[in-house]
């Protein structure tokens, strides 16, 4: 490793993880110099992400809500889908957090596989869950985004609030536009997501701003068969 890669790992536990970093970026007009400042932050905290995973392993990233306990339908079903990954040979990829997150980490950990987490930090301190062999904290939404599409194959959408609709939606159009192809997005969850699809056909379709194929670009599974069945597909 050269001596410039070395100077900047240092640097990043000064200037990388700063907390309040992202809110302090995103608070309005700020001075150039502060924002080139920020722009450091963000090429360190994109370094430490990359040095950070080493993958044999295809890698399937799980998208789902942190608010469902260990009793929920929902956690058994993303925990079954991790266990289900990890026979098929998948690594599995979450946020890193409790809910769904930790389900598929766990499912994934039982079976043998390889269990990552991409968590971040909150106010309210979301802390990693305990089922992942590898994880990275960061400070900044977008960065952790980006690594949680970059390193996978397919994603697997679960039932969540704003966060991971915001995480469907990125990859969605990545895919749309064209800048991720062969990658499949599966919901699963049932009538969950069958009223956003009621609200793209019948709303977004109908006033021009999709088209009749981005309907199918989230593929519906109903069970975890089905889910592998998809994502073994596009292989």
């Known amino acids: 490793m050269n001596n410039s890669i070395i100077g900047s790992q240092r640097s990043y536990s000064l200037l990388g993880m700063v907390e309040g970093a992202e809110k302090a970026f995103l608070s309005g007009r700020r001075n150039r110099e502060a924002d080139l400042e920020s722009a450091v932050t963000f090429f360190l905290e994109f370094l430490r992400g990359f040095e950070s995973f080493t993958l044999d392993s295809p890698c399937i990233t799980v998208f789902g809500s942190a608010r469902f306990k ?15 990954l990890a026979n098929a040979g998948y690594a599995v990829m979450t946020g890193g957090g409790p809910g769904i997150m930790e389900a598929a980490n766990r499912g994934a950990k039982e079976a043998g596989g390889i269990s990552l987490g991409c968590n971040i930090k909150l106010p309210h301190e979301q802390k990693p869950n305990p089922y992942l062999d590898q994880f990275i904290e960061f400070e900044h939404f977008f960065i952790r985004k980006v690594m949680l599409i970059k390193y996978s194959s397919a994603f697997v959408v679960m039932p969540g609030g704003f966060g991971t609709l915001d995480e469907a939606f990125e990859v969605v159009t990545l895919i749309q536009t064209g800048k991720l192809e062969g990658f499949p997005v599966i919901g699963m969850g ?9 609200f793209a056909r019948d ?19 109903d069970n975890v068969e089905e889910a592998i069945r998809i994502i073994n597909s596009k292989r």
């Open 190 to 198: 049932g009538e969950f997501w069958d009223h956003l699809r009621q």
């Open 203 to 221: 709303t977004m379709l109908q006033d021009g701003v999709i088209g009749e194929e981005d309907l199918d670009l989230i593929h519906r599974a």
């Open 70 to 84: 260990e009793d929920h339908p929902y956690y058994r079903l993303a925990r079954d889908l991790g266990s289900a």
